[in-house]
């Protein structure tokens, strides 16, 4: 199994174990920052923000819109469509920390921005 495939079969563990209501979001954050710790501060902050917005409106596009993070931040782009918005937002995140960021990840990230035309 490939990483990009592992986190994505966690992450579906993690949701069903974090299931609905208000702990869910707190859930999620803590297995994403165990997975990803390199990304915490204002990126992880901004990632975990657009996620419990989406999380509000549509919890299996949000799921999968996480799924498609880590794969991007795994250097491992999915190649998941995403929204002109997302990229933005993920445009936006990325820039937030670049200062705390690895930059072959900050590199690889806003590549992938420009490429979908949000820079």
């Known amino acids: 199994m490939l990483p990009a495939e592992k986190y994505k079969t966690d992450l579906d563990q993690a949701l069903r174990r974090a299931g609905p209501g208000n702990g869910a979001l707190a859930s999620i954050r803590g297995f994403f920052e165990r997975e990803f710790p390199s990304v915490r501060g204002?990126?992880?902050d901004a990632l975990m923000a657009d996620f419990a917005d989406k999380w509000r409106s549509d919890p299996s596009a949000a799921a999968a819109w996480l799924g498609t993070v880590g794969t991007i931040?795994?250097?491992?782009y999915d190649g998941s469509p995403l929204s002109a918005l997302d990229w933005a937002g993920l445009r936006e995140a990325f820039a937030a920390g670049s200062d705390e960021l690895d930059l072959e990840l900050l590199t690889y990230?806003?590549?992938l921005v420009l490429e979908h035309k949000a820079l």
Do not use: Q, S, V, Y
């Open 73 to 76: 931040i795994m250097r491992d």
């Open 109 to 111: 990230a806003m590549a």
């Open 42 to 44: 204002e990126t992880g």
